[in-house]
Structure formats: structure tokens, C-alpha cells
């Protein structure tokens, strides 16, 4: 089986991550997407505003009306500062047999020879770059172990985050849509990322 692992704060998950994860899905013909919030992302130096138990739930909201998505709490349940290969090598070891992929971002993509144990990490998994508008990704500047280990695919470009979403709602503004129906009703009802 093939499954892509698609990481991050998710504070709050929101449209644009499903879209991403679908693609990537679709593009690297992956059988499934695991979306995996990280409990203390190594490389955001600010805390997370939503606690890790409600990104956790938002995160099931979300991946709960497609068959091909799949919450994973590994790194909540690990708990500490999330690195990627503590996370991989857990992973191969719980779930033998699965090939995994990490999604990422098409700006990631050039950073991937200064992940932690890279060299590593490319022996375990492989990389689904999602390639946007506006970032323009050459593989040939990676190393060959790690661009071998790379798939490239389309993303649309979708102008929206976490942040900007949290900006919105602490002015008062409406993100219904931003996020799927089940977030947003979950962000309403526990008044999360308000004044």
C-alpha cells in the first residue's frame, strides 16, 4: 500500500490542505492520505494556538467524509518536538509493508538536503512535492539520493493559511467555507482563535 503522510500544525486544518492532500493523492497515486498534526513542529518557533486535542479533533472532522483520508495522532501520542525520521522510523515499524510518501510543499522541496538525517530518511520514504504557480522547482539541484526520491505534482495555487485564517476570525470576520463545514462548526462552538 502506498500512503502519503501529510504533516503540520494544523491550526485550524483548512481547505486548502484537503485540496493539497487530494492532488497529491490523485497525482502520486497514492491508495491513501494519513493527516498528521505535529505536537510541537520543530521549525514554528510560536505555540500553536488551538491545543493539540482540538487540532487532533478538527483534523477528524475534516479527513471523516473522504474514504481516502486518515487521521494519524503518532506525533500527539509521542508527545515532545516532532522530528520527521523519529516519526518514519515509527511508522515503518508499526505499519511493515506500507510504502510511505511525505507530502510537501513545492518551497520545502529546495530545503529537503538540510532536513535533520536526510540521508536517512530518503532510504525509508519517498517525497511528493506539490509544484505551484509562482515556485518554480529544478530537482536537478538536489543530490541525487534525495532527487530520486522526489515526485512532482501540480497544485493549484490556493492563497490561503492557518494564520491568515486565525487573522480573520480574531477581526470578526467569517471563514465559513475557509474550512470544512464540520471545522467550522467546531471552531464556532468552542469559540476557538476569537477575541
Known sequence: MQVGIMGGTFDP???????????????AGLDQ???MPANVPPHKPDAPKASAGQRWEMVCRAAADNPFFRPLDVEIRKGGVSYSIETIELLCREHPGVQ???????D??????KWFRIDEIVRHIRFVGLARPGYPIDLA????????RVTLVEMPLVELSSSAIRAEKLRGGSIRYWVPDAVYEYIEVNQLYGT
Open 108 to 113: 520545502m522541496v529546495r530545503f529537503l538536503p
Open 33 to 35: 492520505v494519513w493527516l
Open 141 to 148: 539541484e538536489l543530490p541525487q539520493n534525495i532527487r530520486e
Open 13 to 27: 486544518i483548512h481547505t486548502g490542505h484537503l485540496i493539497a492532500a487530494e492532488r497529491a493523492r490523485v497525482g
Open 100 to 106: 510511505f510518501a511525505y507530502i510537501i510543499g513545492a
